[in-house]
């Protein structure tokens, strides 16, 4: 399965999260390994941020894309307070050195801060003209936040799994009726879920490990994109293997009984 974004840009719906990637220096072998692993499988989405280890992940995802950039889709993350038009410049040249790359994929406000949303998407728009980033997005911004946005955006950056299910109420169907892929950020619940019994049965039955359940769940209507952090290689063929899985109705009606979604709306939940 594949998502297209506005610009025309397909990916597979599953890529490769690395929030704490970086954090701990003996593991730096198996990290880039279990990218490298990804990429090898078709996970092309890379994420990260600037705000993840202070620079430690994207310096790690440098390593791991070193002659294969073409490989990835690089995702990177701006903080708010660095989203104003000469912070955001000094951010993302900050990022692409540490990544060891002349332009981002796609460039992202990590949140909404005291920035105007309009300097913040004009810092963008400068910063494509200048070839320095392809497009442009957000992250964890509400259906009242993109009410103010300018258009343009070419996804809404998200925590969206089966325990976390508002955005279906509201800010899913707004994204859907724009024409904006989501992309779903800790799509595990941070491996919460991956312990849940209930969930780990409807696995079982069809011959899925839990990860895969829920990582086809979150993907299924096709305009969602996840991007589960592989800290190991298994992990990264795991999460691979799930990009073509189809989950039979009974499955996604349990699914449903197991973790329904709210009756309202509620506040866009972060982590």
Same mark, same amino acid.
């Given at each position: 399965?594949?998502?297209?974004?506005?610009?025309?840009?397909?990916?597979?719906?599953?890529?490769?999260?690395?929030?704490?990637?970086?954090?701990?220096?003996?593991?730096?072998?198996?990290?880039?390994?279990?990218?490298?692993?990804?990429?090898?499988?078709?996970?092309?989405?890379?994420?990260?941020?600037?705000?993840?280890?202070?620079?430690?992940?994207?310096?790690?995802?440098?390593?791991?894309?070193? *002659?294969?950039?073409?490989?990835?889709?690089?995702?990177?993350?701006?903080?708010?307070?660095?989203?104003?038009?000469?912070?955001?410049?000094?951010?993302?040249?900050?990022?692409?050195?540490?990544? *060891?790359?002349?332009?981002?994929?796609?460039?992202?406000?990590?949140?909404?801060?005291?920035?105007?949303?309009?300097?913040?998407?004009?810092?963008?728009?400068?910063?494509?003209?200048?070839?320095?980033?392809?497009?442009?997005?957000?992250?964890?911004?509400?259906?009242?936040?993109?009410?103010?946005?300018?258009?343009?955006?070419?996804?809404?950056?998200?925590?969206?799994?089966?325990?976390?299910?508002?955005?279906?109420?509201?800010?899913?169907?707004?994204?859907?009726?724009?024409?904006?892929?989501?992309?779903?950020?800790?799509?595990?619940?941070?491996?919460?879920?991956? *312990?849940?019994?209930?969930?780990?049965?409807?696995?079982?039955?069809?011959?899925?490990?839990?990860?895969?359940?829920?990582?086809?769940?979150?993907?299924?209507?096709?305009?969602?994109?996840?991007?589960?952090?592989? *800290?190991?290689?298994?992990?990264?063929?795991?999460?691979?293997?799930?990009?073509?899985?189809?989950?039979?109705?009974?499955?996604?009606?349990?699914?449903?009984?197991?973790?329904?979604?709210?009756?309202?709306?509620?506040?866009?939940?972060?982590?």
């Amino acid at each position: 399965m594949s998502i297209r974004f506005p610009n025309g840009a397909v990916v597979p719906s599953i890529g490769i999260g690395t929030w704490n990637v970086g954090d701990d220096p003996a593991r730096r072998d198996e990290e880039i390994a279990a990218i490298q692993v990804g990429l090898d499988a078709g996970l092309r989405v890379v994420d990260t941020a600037e705000m993840y280890g202070s620079g430690r992940s994207e310096r790690r995802v440098g390593e791991a894309i070193r *002659g294969r950039r073409d490989d990835a889709f690089l995702v990177s993350k701006v903080l708010p307070h660095h989203a104003d038009a000469a912070g955001i410049r000094r951010a993302a040249h900050d990022s692409l050195a540490r990544l *060891g790359t002349d332009r981002l994929d796609l460039y992202l406000l990590h949140w909404r801060g005291p920035v105007p949303l309009e300097e913040t998407v004009a810092a963008f728009e400068d910063l494509r003209d200048a070839g320095d980033i392809l497009d442009w997005g957000v992250s964890n911004l509400d259906p009242d936040d993109l009410a103010e946005l300018p258009a343009g955006a070419a996804t809404d950056q998200i925590l969206y799994n089966p325990s976390r299910r508002g955005p279906e109420l509201d800010l899913l169907p707004l994204l859907r009726r724009r024409g904006i892929p989501a992309m779903a950020y800790s799509p595990l619940e941070q491996a919460r879920v991956l *312990g849940d019994p209930v969930l780990a049965e409807l696995a079982s039955s069809i011959g899925l490990t839990v990860a895969q359940l829920v990582l086809a769940w979150v993907i299924r209507s096709g305009d969602v994109l996840a991007i589960p952090k592989a *800290g190991d290689v298994a992990h990264a063929r795991d999460n691979a293997a799930a990009i073509d899985v189809e989950l039979p109705a009974e499955v996604l009606s349990a699914i449903d009984a197991r973790f329904p979604a709210p009756a309202r709306p509620v506040p866009l939940e972060m982590l």
